[in-house]
Structure formats: structure tokens, C-alpha cells
């Protein structure tokens, strides 16, 4: 059984020296590839190379975070155009809105999201997008901003079956994560099942959201086999048409077999 975990921040500064394991422990669970998704310009340049350093196995995302807004400059477009057009680079992101934190003015937020949204979709390449308490505004700017054919994931899709369709409307796959694992997760639970497995993608966001039973503590990518399960638990399939499925649906959106 091959997975792909479409979400995980192997820059962060708790994978130091751990890299090796973390692979290794990915492989034993089937997970043979890893978008290594950035949220600043220093993840973005660490991001690329690790990919290139695991070719085949590890590709880069480059992006900035809602969170670092505030980081964005008037070169850093220019900065991420080039990481966006080597080779191990797969996809503008993590870019969106967060109102949930109140680290960055909604206002900056959006100007950069907007910004790569527009980069984006220059350079034909899909988006990962986070948003957390803000899908107001997250659609009106996909609509003022569209994605191109590239399309992009909302990862970590926590929301309604109303903004799940809105979404996938948009041309976004909808990214699950560990929270379909939690105990309290029922209401989500109730929409994932009625969600089109043809538009799923399944993600750890390692190292924070560790699915349960390792809930709080840290997360990594071979832990996207515990997500492959549960979703298959709740849509009613065996966990091998999961992983088929959620892995076609990787490579075509990050066009990762045509690398
Ligand atoms: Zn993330």
C-alpha cells in the first residue's frame, strides 16, 4: 500500500537530527512520498532542500504563513517565484487566512494572500491553503482572486458540508488530517462522509494534529496510515481503495509523476 502525506512541516526545528527516523518510519507504513509544506521564506529555502537532498521521496512546497504575514516584503515574490520554479517544488503554500490567532491584522493577511493567490496562478501552480475561523473571506478572495487549472487543497478541512462544497466549487481538493480522529470530531465526521473520495487528500501536518491515540503528542508522517484508516472506516471502504484513491488524487494535483 503506497500513501502520500500531502502536509508535513519537516523543517520544524523538532525534526533536527531526527530526519532519518522519521523517513524510516514513514516507509515502514507505506508512505513513500511527503510534501514538505513551508510557512515563512527560511522554510521555503530549508523545504527545497531537503527534497532535493531525498529526491523521489520528499517535494517542497514555498509560501508564507497567514501567521508571517507581517514577514512579507516588497522582493519576496520575486524570492518565491524562483524556489516555485525549480524542480522539487510543487505548489505555492501554506498561504490563507487565520482569525482564529490574532497574530497579523486581517487586512495584511489578505494583501498576502492575495498576492501569492495572483503568483500562483502566473506560474500554474496549485495552492495550499490554511484557514481557520475565516471562510467569509476566504471565498470572497478565491472569487476576486481565482485559482487557476491548477487548482490547490484547503488542508485540514474542519469545516461545514456547505463550506466543503463552496471549496470544491473553487476547484480545491479538501485536505484530511488527524482531527477526523478526535473524539469530539463528530460533527466533522458527519460531513467527510458525504465528501467525493475523487477530491480527498489525506495529510499529518507533523508535527502538530497527531491523530489519536498519539493526540498532543508529536505528530509525523507515518502516522497519515492512522488517517487513511479512519477515513476508510467512514466512508465505508476498504483502507486500499483509500490509499489508491487519496494517492492518485496527490499526484495529479501536485503533478508529482511527471517529475
Ligand atoms: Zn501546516
Known sequence: ???IDTHAHLTDARFESEGDRILANARKAGVDRIVVVADAMASSVQALE???RHSGTLWASAGVHPHNATQYESDTTQHLQELA????CVAIGEIGL???YDFTPPAVQQSVFATQLDLARALNRPVIIHCR???????RLLQSHPLGSAGGVAHCFTGTQEQAWALLDRGLYLGMGGVITFKKADELRRVVRHLPLDRLVIETDAPYLAP???RGKLNEPAYVKIIAQRLAQELNISEQAVA???TRNAMQLFWINER
Open 50 to 52: 531537503l527534497a532535493e
Open 85 to 88: 520554479l525549480r524542480d522539487h
Open 98 to 100: 487565520d482569525y482564529y
Open 212 to 214: 489519536a491515540p498519539y
Open 1 to 3: 500500500m503506497q500513501l
Open 133 to 139: 475561523d475565516a471562510y467569509d473571506d476566504l471565498l
Open 244 to 246: 489508491e484513491a487519496t
